[in-house]
DNA sequence: TAGCTTATTGCGAAAAATTTGCAATAAGGA
DNA sequence: TCCTTATTGCAAATTTTTCGCAATAAGCTA
């Protein structure tokens, strides 16, 4: 179950899991795609303050519960890898629509490939793809 | 000479050659690395205001002339491969430098075998890494 | 289960970032 | 050099993000 990972997350940290934490990580796992801090103040108004959203969108972070995409024109938040797996993003600009995929083996050689090169640590890395998809184009 | 495609852009669209938009397209092309809309503001301060180096970054962004790289927490602006060759960034997480570096062959194929499968047509894309460079591993 | 400790929340307000209206200025074509 | 109008600076409004603090509630302990 993807929830106890992030509970088991929390109290490691010995940080306590409140209602506002479960509705906010809830939010981001059933979304499709990617939010903006701004939908997610947006939508979780009813019941969550912005200073709560904000404080626990840095922790989420910290943690490695979630990063940032940067898709379009603002970025926005989803769940990290270990919540769901690891994936990236076309962004059409005309309709808006949000495609993930998935890395293929010459992109992960490649990478190792760099990372050799440079001397450099991969920790992390992103691919944003933008055009126009099938039914735009 | 890479302002003078810059000026013919402009005119192009009947935008003006200002002072203040070369300013800020140089400031863009001196910089090593990407830089926040706020680097931007407090260097060009003395003579622009802000709402100059707002709107004109607007503009730079619809024009092409720039776009934005999202490397660790905030995005940033850099001039577009129209106007700077293409290439990806690799950021060090400890000590916060920014190393370009140019796509391989096999990431082009990748794309466009991505580019088939999904018939997604691409316009743009952008990988950025990050970890920890060789000073700091 | 009740009590205790303290992390976390909501609230209100401050600070920072971004946008806007408008009069004054200056780019660039005639 | 003159004229038209895009662009700027200024000041103020909005929007976004942060912060201090008292009230609340998570979760450990007895």
Redesign the pocket.
């Known amino acids: 179950m993807i929830g106890e990972k992030f509970?088991t997350l929390?109290?490691k940290?010995?940080?306590?899991?409140?209602?506002?934490?479960m509705r906010?990580f809830n939010e981001l796992k059933d979304s499709p795609a990617p939010l903006?801090?701004?939908n997610l103040?947006k939508r979780t108004s009813d019941?969550?303050?912005?200073?709560?959203?904000?404080?626990?969108?840095?922790?989420f972070e910290e943690l490695g519960v979630t990063h940032r995409v940067y898709t379009g024109w603002?970025y926005k938040v989803e769940l990290s890898d270990s919540f769901k797996s690891h994936h990236h993003h076309m962004l059409c600009s005309n309709c808006g629509v949000v495609i993930e995929f998935h890395e293929s083996k010459e992109l992960i050689k490649d990478l190792d490939r760099i990372s050799k090169k440079y001397s450099f640590n991969i920790s992390n890395h992103s691919l944003e793809i933008t055009g126009t998809c099938s039914n735009c184009s």
């Not at 019941?47 to 922790?59: A, C, I, K």
């Open positions: 509970k929390l109290s940290n010995n940080l306590r899991l409140t209602s506002e934490r906010l903006t801090i701004n103040v019941t969550l303050d912005q200073s709560t959203v904000y404080r626990n969108l840095d922790l603002k």
